[in-house]
């Protein structure tokens, strides 16, 4: 089993940066990859990015491609979204998940955290 806790979340400005982290506790988590996906007021929750299990391979929604980069450090247990470039569109619920598959959807994914909020104004 694996459980996520992120966090970083705040209110920034529009052009700013801001790097959120997912701590994840379990052993096997070296094993799956890991999604980030938010939610914004009033909207579906959606896929924002996705890194595999050893870091070697990314996937990003075209909304934050070129903005939002991923990484992981599976000796610390921890998954990383660095977002540049903020944007007010961009406020949402931030949240990590866990999966064996490699895929968008949120059905795919096992194990979520509670999230983390990031608002940016402009």
């Known amino acids: 089993q694996v459980q996520l806790v992120e966090s970083g979340g705040g209110l920034v400005q529009a052009g700013d940066s801001r790097r959120l982290s997912c701590a994840a506790s379990?052993?096997?988590?070296?094993?799956?990859?890991m999604g980030w996906f938010r939610q914004a007021p009033g909207k579906e929750r959606e896929f924002v990015g996705l890194?595999?299990?050893?870091?070697?391979?990314?996937n990003y929604a075209d909304s934050v491609k070129d903005r939002f980069t991923i990484s992981r450090d599976n000796g610390k247990n921890m998954v990383y979204l660095q977002m540049n470039n903020l944007k007010p569109e961009d406020t949402a619920v931030y949240y990590c998940?866990?999966?064996?598959?490699?895929?968008?959807?949120?059905?795919?994914?096992?194990?979520w955290g509670q999230g983390t909020q990031v608002v940016v104004s402009s």
């Open positions: 379990g052993r096997l988590f070296s094993g799956y990859n």
């Open positions: 890194i595999s299990w050893n870091g070697g391979i990314t």
């Open positions: 998940a866990a999966s064996r598959g490699w895929d968008i959807k949120e059905r795919e994914y096992e194990y």
